[in-house]
C-alpha cells in the first residue's frame, strides 16, 4: 500500500504542475487576446484530435524518447547533461558519412545497421567524453556538454558548407543524400517510421538496466551516495563514464534516425531542438526511463500542434517555447511538494 | 574618415577592437552571475536573460526610439528573470542548476515570442565614445569607439570588489555564500540575501543583453546569443569569484571571440563557423586545465551546489 501511494504521490506532483502550468499559458495567451479553451483545443486537435495527429505526435516523440534518456540515464548518477542536442547532430553527421561511404557497395541493410551503430558510437563518445572529463578532471558537466552543443553545431554547419556539401542543393546547404533504397520505412499499418519502435525498446531496454540489474543498482548507488559508493568498493569511474556513455549514444541515435527516416541527409534540419525538449521529458519524467515514454508522446503533441496553433491562431510559432518553458519552470517548482501531498500519507493509527 | 592602407596591422588592431566590444555582454553577464555565485547560488538562466535583455532592448528602442530606455528596460526584465529564478529557489528542496536550465529554455522562449516584430526593422542604436579624435586613421578611431555599457562594466567590476571587502552588504553576501549556518546564526535571512543577488545579477545580464541588440552586432536576430550567457557563467568560475578577475577574463575572452572576424577582414575565410566557435572551444580548454577532481577550486563559495 505504500509502494503504490508512493508511486501515485510520485505521479501527481507532476500532473499537478501540468495543470498549473496550463492555467498559467492560458492567462498568457488571454493577453495576446486569444481564448485559451480555443488554444486547448487547437493542441488537442493537433496533437491526438485525428489519426492524422496522432501519427504526427508519435513521430516527433520518436526523438525525443532517446534524446531524454540522454538526461535521465547521466541524472541517475547525479549528473545533469544537458546537450544531448549535441550528441543528436554528431549522430547524424556520423550517420550519414557512413551511409555515403558505404551505400555503394553494401546492402541496403547492412548500411541501415551500420548507420545506426555509427550515430550512437558517435554520441555515446561525444557524451562519454564529457563523464571521463567530469569523473577524471573534475569538470562540470552541465556547462561542458552545453558547450559541446555549439561546437557540435559549428561542426556541422562547416562540414556541410564544406567538403560535405551536395553542389545539388543551393538553397540549403546540405549533405549528398542518402540512397532511397537505404532510408527507413514505416512500421506497418501507419505513417510513423521504425525509430518510433527503436526509441520505446531504448527507453525498455535502459529501464531493465538501471532498475533490474546489479550494474544499474550500483549505478544508482553512486547517484545516492558516492562516498558510500567508494566505500563498497565499486568502480565509480567506470561507471560514470558507461552511463554517460549510453544516454549519449541514445542521443546518437536519435541523430541516426533522424537522417536515415526522415531528413535523408544532413543539413541544419537536424538542429531542431529535440535535444533540448529531451532534457524537459527527462525532468518531468523524474529521470525515469519507463516513465519517460508517456511524457515524450505529450511533448511530441504539444510539439505537432504547433503548426496548427500558429497558423490558425495568428500566434507566433515561439508559443510553443514559452508553453514548454512554464512547464518546465512548474514542473521544478513543484519539487517542493514531492513526498509532502498529506492527504495521500497513510495516517497513522 | 577614410580607410588607410595599414597591412597586417589591421588584425591585432581588429582584435584589440574586437575584444572590447566582444567582451563587454561577457562583462555585465560575469558581474552579474558572480554577485549571484557569492551568495551560494547559481543561476544558469543568465542565457534566457540576455536574450530577454536583448530583445526587450531592441523592441523599446525601435518603438521609442530611445536607446537608453531601451537599456533601462532591458535592466528591469533581466531583474524580474533574476527575481523569478531567486524566488522559485527559495522554495524547499528546489534545485539551482535544474531551474537555471529551465528559465534558460523559458527566457529564450519568451524572447521569440515577443520578438518576432522586431526581427527586421532597424532600431536606433547606442551611441559610443570617440576616444580617437586625435587619429586619422580610420581604423584606429573605429577601434577606439567605445560604447558607454563598457565603461559601465569597468566601472561596476571595481565598485563590486570594493563592495565586496568593505562593505556591509558586501559581507552579508559572502558569509551568505560562505556557510548558511553562520548566516542564521548571525541573524541573515539566506534566501532574502541570495532574492536580491539573483535579481541584481539578473538585471546586469539583461544590461548585456541590450549591448548586443543595440551596438555590437547592433540587430536582433534570434541566433544573437547562442551560449554566451554560459560562457559568462565559465568565466566566473575561471575568475575564481573575483569582479576584477571577471573583467580580465571577459577581454580574454572577447579578442578570442573577435578572431575569427578579424582574419576575415584580412580575407582568410577558412572555417568561418569554427572561428566563431573560438571563445566556447577556449572555455573547455580552461575548464579542462583549471578543474581538479580531487579538491575544490580556491575562492570557491562554500554554498555553491556546482562545487560540490
Not at chain 2, 541590450?210 to 534570434?222: D, I
Amino acid at each position: 500500500m505504500d509502494y503504490f501511494t508512493d508511486k501515485l504521490s510520485a505521479a501527481l506532483v507532476p500532473i499537478l504542475a501540468l495543470l498549473v502550468s496550463a492555467v498559467l499559458f492560458g492567462i498568457f495567451v488571454a493577453f495576446a487576446g486569444v481564448s485559451p479553451f480555443e488554444t486547448y483545443a487547437l493542441i488537442y486537435k493537433g496533437a491526438f484530435g485525428t489519426w492524422f495527429s496522432w501519427q504526427n505526435s508519435l513521430q516527433r516523440a520518436a526523438p525525443l524518447l532517446l534524446t531524454a534518456l540522454c538526461t535521465a540515464l547521466p541524472a541517475q548518477m547525479g549528473l545533469v547533461i544537458i546537450g544531448g542536442e549535441g550528441a543528436l547532430v554528431i549522430g547524424g553527421l556520423a550517420s550519414v558519412s557512413t551511409a555515403l561511404v558505404l551505400q555503394s557497395f553494401l546492402p541496403p541493410v547492412a548500411v541501415q545497421i551500420t548507420m545506426l551503430l555509427a550515430g550512437t558510437i558517435a554520441g555515446a563518445i561525444w557524451i562519454g567524453g564529457i563523464g571521463a572529463l567530469r569523473h577524471k578532471r573534475g569538470v562540470n558537466e552541465i556547462i561542458s556538454s552545453l558547450l559541446l552543443v555549439y561546437i557540435a553545431i559549428a561542426i556541422l554547419n562547416t562540414l556541410v558548407e564544406g567538403i560535405m556539401r551536395d553542389p545539388g542543393q543551393p538553397q540549403k546547404s546540405s549533405t549528398h543524400p542518402v540512397a532511397d533504397t537505404v532510408m527507413f520505412g514505416n512500421l506497418p499499418g501507419m505513417d510513423v517510421h521504425w525509430g518510433l519502435l527503436i526509441g520505446v525498446m531504448f527507453c525498455i531496454a535502459t529501464f531493465v538496466l538501471m532498475y533490474l540489474t546489479p550494474f544499474g543498482f550500483s549505478a544508482r548507488i553512486v547517484g545516492g551516495n558516492p562516498r558510500a559508493a567508494r566505500m563498497l568498493g565499486l568502480p565509480v569511474g567506470k561507471l560514470v563514464i558507461i552511463i554517460c556513455a549510453v544516454g549519449g549514444g541514445a542521443a546518437g541515435l536519435a541523430g541516426a534516425i533522424e537522417v536515415a527516416a526522415v531528413h535523408g541527409r544532413a543539413n541544419s534540419a537536424l538542429i531542431a531542438g529535440y535535444g533540448f525538449t529531451g532534457i524537459l521529458v527527462a525532468f518531468m519524467a523524474r529521470q525515469n526511463p519507463l516513465a519517460i515514454i508517456p511524457v515524450a508522446l505529450l511533448f511530441g503533441g504539444i510539439e505537432a500542434s504547433g503548426g496548427l496553433v500558429q497558423r490558425r491562431l495568428d500566434l507566433p510559432n515561439a508559443a510553443v517555447e514559452v508553453l514548454k518553458g512554464i512547464i518546465f519552470v512548474v514542473v521544478l517548482a513543484f519539487e517542493t511538494f514531492s513526498g509532502r501531498l498529506g492527504f495521500l500519507k497513510r495516517r497513522k493509527p | 574618415m577614410g580607410d588607410t592602407d595599414i597591412g597586417y596591422w589591421v588584425v591585432p588592431l581588429a582584435v584589440f577592437a574586437g575584444a572590447i566590444r566582444v567582451s563587454t555582454p561577457f562583462l555585465l553577464v560575469s558581474l552579474g552571475e558572480c554577485l549571484t555565485e557569492k551568495s551560494g547560488r547559481i543561476n544558469l538562466g543568465l542565457e534566457g536573460t540576455l536574450m530577454i535583455g536583448a530583445m526587450s532592448a531592441y523592441g523599446v528602442s525601435y518603438l521609442t526610439g530611445s536607446p537608453w530606455l531601451g537599456v533601462g528596460i532591458a535592466a528591469m526584465a533581466g531583474m524580474m528573470m533574476g527575481f523569478l529564478h531567486g524566488i522559485i529557489c527559495s522554495l524547499p528542496r528546489v534545485n539551482d542548476t535544474a531551474v537555471g536550465i529551465a528559465l534558460m529554455l523559458f527566457g529564450t522562449g519568451l524572447a521569440f515570442y515577443f520578438g518576432k516584430p522586431f526581427i527586421g526593422p532597424q532600431a536606433p542604436a547606442l551611441p559610443s565614445i570617440e576616444f580617437g579624435w586625435w587619429s586619422d586613421i580610420g581604423q584606429i578611431k573605429s577601434a577606439l569607439s567605445i560604447n558607454v555599457l563598457f565603461i559601465f562594466g569597468l566601472v561596476m567590476a571595481f565598485v563590486i570588489s570594493w563592495g565586496f571587502k568593505s562593505t556591509r552588504w558586501g559581507m552579508i553576501i559572502r558569509v551568505v555564500g560562505d556557510s548558511e549556518d553562520a548566516a542564521r546564526a548571525m541573524g541573515f535571512n539566506p534566501n532574502f540575501v541570495r532574492t536580491v543577488t539573483t535579481a541584481a545579477g539578473g538585471a546586469l545580464a539583461g544590461m548585456g543583453g541590450s549591448f548586443l541588440s543595440l551596438f555590437y552586432p547592433g540587430v536582433w536576430h534570434e541566433g544573437l546569443s547562442s551560449g554566451q550567457g554560459i560562457v559568462a557563467v565559465v568565466l566566473v568560475i575561471f575568475a575564481r569569484w573575483n569582479p576584477l578577475g571577471c573583467l580580465y577574463a571577459s577581454l580574454l575572452f572577447g579578442g578570442a571571440g573577435a578572431l575569427g572576424p578579424a582574419l576575415q577582414s584580412v580575407g582568410f575565410s577558412g572555417g568561418y563557423h569554427l572561428l566563431n566557435v573560438a571563445p566556447y572551444f577556449l572555455t573547455l580548454v580552461i575548464m579542462i586545465l583549471t578543474s581538479s577532481s580531487k579538491q575544490r577550486l580556491s575562492g570557491a563559495p562554500g554554498e555553491l551546489s556546482v562545487n560540490r
